[in-house]
């Protein structure tokens, strides 16, 4: 989380990897940074600066231990009334980041716990659901609300591998324009969904705007932040994608929700799956049905009368159908 002047901005781009300037620095080196002037500090990178249109000039950012764990790291910029921070500030920081670093460890051991129960109901609802029904349209349509309700998402999509066509078909669409999901077609390597497909392969992608393979997509005029995306794959076949879009409070979705939705979507192929194999016995079937009436109607119901001979007619299929 970022508040304060441009906190918006930094929120949504801002990635640091273990190293990279300050903040990365300090989650590497385990040690508090007291900085009077940011731009004298070789640490720093002001590329950030850049990025964002914030004018950093001082600096505290301290680590977030619990039992020898890193949790993060906690800073702060820029003193009011053009003051720079001293080593009081840097105490009273690092006695908040103790408490943070708790607090965080809390709060991410009840949502894994929170999400690790919402996960084992939506899965037995979800088997319950596909135990009773096999339309493909029905499965798809209650399983992307629940996906949504329970991943706290603002939309999503279920797109299908279609052989024929060679693309991806919109299966199901929620939060979606509705001539955008009908009208969608996805090679294999196009965009997001299409790299997913290709690579059977899922992504976690907490920032869109930076990701090249959603950039040279087609765009829609529909909000796109954060985005899990994760392939449909039976037996390694690929049967489609489940897309997840938005978490409705504005934050990225985590590797929680990526681990949901990969749960999900093991469930989701193998009910399609199933689902086409009944479709296709029942095809078959009524195939069958009317070849055999049709027969029957071939074989002779009347037969000539030949004293001292009897005379019928039958058929023996060599299969189902001959």
Same mark, same amino acid.
């Given at each position: 989380?970022?508040?304060?002047?441009?906190?918006?901005?930094?929120?949504?781009?801002?990635?640091?990897?273990?190293?990279?300037?300050?903040?990365?620095?300090?989650?590497?080196?385990?040690?508090?940074?007291?900085?009077?002037?940011?731009?004298?500090?070789?640490?720093?990178?002001?590329?950030?600066?850049?990025?964002?249109?914030?004018?950093?000039?001082?600096?505290?950012?301290?680590?977030?231990?619990?039992?020898?764990?890193?949790?993060?790291?906690?800073?702060?910029?820029?003193?009011?009334?053009?003051?720079?921070?001293?080593?009081?500030?840097?105490?009273?920081?690092?006695?908040?980041?103790?408490?943070?670093?708790?607090?965080?460890?809390?709060?991410?051991?009840?949502?894994?716990?929170?999400?690790?129960?919402?996960?084992?109901?939506?899965?037995?609802?979800?088997?319950?659901?596909?135990?009773?029904?096999?339309?493909?349209?029905?499965?798809?349509?209650?399983?992307?609300?629940?996906?949504?309700?329970?991943?706290?998402?603002?939309?999503?999509?279920?797109?299908?591998?279609?052989?024929?066509?060679?693309?991806?078909?919109?299966?199901?669409?929620?939060?979606?324009?509705?001539?955008?999901?009908?009208?969608?077609?996805?090679?294999?390597?196009?965009?997001?969904?299409?790299?997913?497909?290709?690579? &059977?392969?899922?992504?976690? /992608?907490?920032?869109? @705007? =930076?990701?090249?393979?959603?950039?040279? #997509?087609?765009?829609? *005029? !529909?909000?796109?932040?954060?985005?899990?995306?994760?392939?449909?794959?039976?037996?390694?076949?690929?049967?489609?994608?489940?897309?997840?879009?938005?978490?409705?409070?504005?934050?990225?979705?985590?590797?929680?929700?990526?681990?949901?939705?990969?749960?999900?979507?093991?469930?989701?192929?193998?009910?399609?799956?199933?689902?086409?194999?009944?479709?296709?016995?029942?095809?078959?079937?009524?195939?069958?049905?009317?070849?055999? &009436?049709?027969?029957?109607? /071939?074989?002779?119901? @009347? =037969?000539?009368?030949?004293?001292?001979? #009897?005379?019928?007619? *039958? !058929?023996?299929?060599?299969?189902?159908?001959?």
């Amino acid at each position: 989380v970022a508040l304060g002047e441009k906190g918006e901005v930094l929120q949504k781009y801002i990635r640091v990897e273990l190293g990279e300037g300050i903040v990365g620095w300090v989650a590497r080196e385990g040690t508090a940074a007291l900085i009077k002037d940011a731009y004298s500090d070789f640490r720093f990178d002001p590329s950030w600066d850049a990025k964002s249109g914030f004018r950093t000039s001082s600096i505290i950012c301290v680590p977030m231990y619990q039992k020898h764990k890193l949790i993060g790291t906690l800073e702060v910029m820029n003193k009011t009334d053009n003051r720079v921070f001293n080593e009081e500030d840097l105490d009273l920081l690092n006695y908040l980041a103790d408490l943070a670093a708790i607090a965080i460890e809390n709060s991410s051991l009840n949502e894994n716990l929170r999400k690790r129960i919402m996960e084992l109901s939506l899965l037995y609802d979800f088997d319950k659901e596909i135990s009773s029904n096999v339309n493909i349209y029905q499965i798809g349509n209650w399983l992307l609300e629940h996906c949504l309700e329970g991943l706290e998402a603002k939309s999503g999509s279920i797109l299908l591998w279609n052989e024929k066509e060679n693309c991806l078909k919109m299966l199901q669409a929620k939060g979606m324009p509705s001539d955008v999901a009908r009208t969608l077609k996805i090679s294999l390597g196009e965009g997001i969904a299409g790299w997913v497909a290709e690579n &059977k392969e899922p992504l976690l /992608i907490q920032n869109l @705007d =930076t990701d090249p393979r959603f950039q040279n #997509s087609k765009r829609t *005029n !529909y909000e796109n932040n954060s985005l899990i995306s994760v392939p449909l794959l039976f037996q390694n076949e690929l049967i489609g994608v489940l897309n997840i879009n938005n978490k409705k409070d504005g934050y990225s979705f985590n590797r929680n929700d990526l681990k949901l939705t990969c749960a999900i979507s093991e469930r989701l192929a193998m009910a399609i799956r199933n689902a086409n194999y009944f479709e296709k016995i029942n095809i078959s079937a009524e195939e069958n049905n009317r070849a055999k &009436k049709l027969i029957e109607k /071939i074989i002779p119901t @009347d =037969t000539p009368h030949i004293p001292e001979l #009897s005379i019928q007619a *039958n !058929y023996f299929p060599y299969r189902e159908v001959g």
